[in-house]
């Protein structure tokens, strides 16, 4: 198996739940509505409404907030790339893979003026060989076109195989499968109890990037 290495972004390289809980502070605030409000919040987007522009439609009403969705929803993206960071020792993990011969890519779903602007700020842009993003390329995961177009940026065939690393199981587990790739799946307890064809299970990508260096 070549040694091609996808991952996903959010929560995967970087902890959108941490920096997502400080926008929820920095919106309560700006918005002076209160400690109550960032709990509200936090519930609301662990209650599943990753869509933003849904979640905004019922922060929106919920707060009787002026701003249209569409504004607020543009906010919220313009800010997350300052908010977001990749832990040193992810960047450090992800260097030794490129020294030691393998190709590393980020596939990663969401608009292109958040999640580019996530993969600049915090450096990943150069600290991979390649990103596919489904609001640039056209194509969501878990459908496996946008696999097959991280691996082509890599230089590489998906049809040679490789790892998919990412949280969340339909999108990078049951999508790297399909893709056929070995995968990683990162836990954060936000799927209890679901079953998955995994091939490892760890809590922090730090785990994941060991069993890759594991691999040569």
């Known amino acids: 198996m070549q ?6 972004l959010d929560n995967t ?25 960032v709990d509200w919040l936090i519930a609301l987007d662990q209650a599943g409404y990753p869509h933003r522009e849904v979640f905004f439609s019922k922060a929106r009403d919920y707060f009787a907030l002026p701003e249209p969705v569409d504004e ?19 960047m450090d993990g992800l260097s030794r893979l490129r020294a030691s011969g393998w190709k590393v890519a980020i596939v990663t779903n969401g ?17 991979v060989d390649a990103y596919a993003l489904s609001g640039v390329d056209g194509i969501r995961k878990p459908n496996i076109g946008l696999f097959e177009v991280a691996a082509k940026r890599c230089g590489v065939v998906l049809a040679d195989g490789g ?23 990162v836990d954060r ?21 060991e069993i890759l260096h594991a691999e040569q």
């Open 72 to 90: 607020l929803w543009s906010r919220y993206r313009q800010r997350m790339p300052y908010l977001v960071h990749c832990r040193p020792e992810v």
């Open 13 to 37: 390289l970087v902890n959108l739940n941490e920096a997502f809980q400080v926008w929820a502070g920095e919106f309560a605030g700006e918005h002076d509505l209160g400690r109550e409000a």
């Open 111 to 127: 608009t292109p003026d958040n999640q580019l602007g996530k993969i600049q700020r915090t450096g990943l842009a150069e600290a």
């Open 189 to 209: 307890g936000t799927w209890p109890d679901h079953d998955h064809d995994a091939d490892h299970v760890v809590t922090d990508v730090l785990q994941a990037l």
């Open 3 to 8: 040694r091609l290495a996808l991952f996903d």
């Open 163 to 185: 790892w998919m690393v990412g949280d969340h199981l339909v999108a990078d587990i049951g999508g790297g499968c399909a893709a056929g790739l070995r995968t990683i799946w």
